[in-house]
Each structure stands twice: as C-alpha cells, then as structure tokens.
C-alpha cells in the first residue's frame, strides 16, 4: 500500500478522488484519520473528500493521464513531490493547491524543479 499511496522520502500520501479526475489530494495519514471514519480511504466519497478544508490538504489538478501506462499519473506526482514533506510543500508550491500543466509549462516535472522554482519566485 506504501508504494502505491505514498510518496518517497515524504510524509504525504495520495488520495485520488473519483469525482475530481486528473486531480489528487495529498494529506498525512494523521490528517486522513478523521475522515477515514467517516468513510475508509480507499473509498473516500465526493462528499467526505469535499469537506476536508485545504488546511488540512493539498491538491494537485491537472495531473497528465497515459491511457497505455496506468501509473503514469502517479509515477508523476511522485517525482515532483519526493522528498517533500508537509511542513515544506505549501511553501514549495505555493499554497494549498497547484495545477500539474502550469508547472510541466514552465518545464517542472520534478521535486529538485519545483524547489528551484520556489525559490526563483522569492528571490
């Protein structure tokens, strides 16, 4: 479960919600478990998913689907988000959400990038 929810050298695990496609949520498993008993994580519905304020999560949209690699998606948000932990991600993109597309159009695809690119923002 830890390769496929997690995110290396991070304390952020995914949530891909059903009704949101090309988005996930990334939360720490101290932050899921208020929610995780209204329903389990695996089967998070809109309605419990949508009331998790983004204080308490970060969202990525537009995440790039391959219809011929169905880890696609998730091989690249692990990539842009390892090593990040919670405490840093706000700050490293910006607030409490962040759409993939802007990000691969200014050629950041991984964590090293989107630091860099963090940081040229603030200097």
Sequence with gaps: MDDIFGIPNSDLRMIWPKHLPNTVFLMTRSQMKPYEKKAPLLSFDSEVLDS???SE???ISGIPEDPNDTDAARTAVQA???G???SEARN???GD???MRVLRNEGITTSAQLRG???AKHS
Excluded: C, F, H, Q
């Design 52 to 54: 998790i304020p983004g």
């Design 57 to 59: 999560r970060i969202m």
């Design 80 to 82: 842009l988000m390892s």
């Design 84 to 86: 990040i932990k919670e």
């Design 92 to 94: 490293v993109i910006g």
């Design 97 to 99: 959400r962040v759409d």
């Design 117 to 119: 690119w963090n940081a």
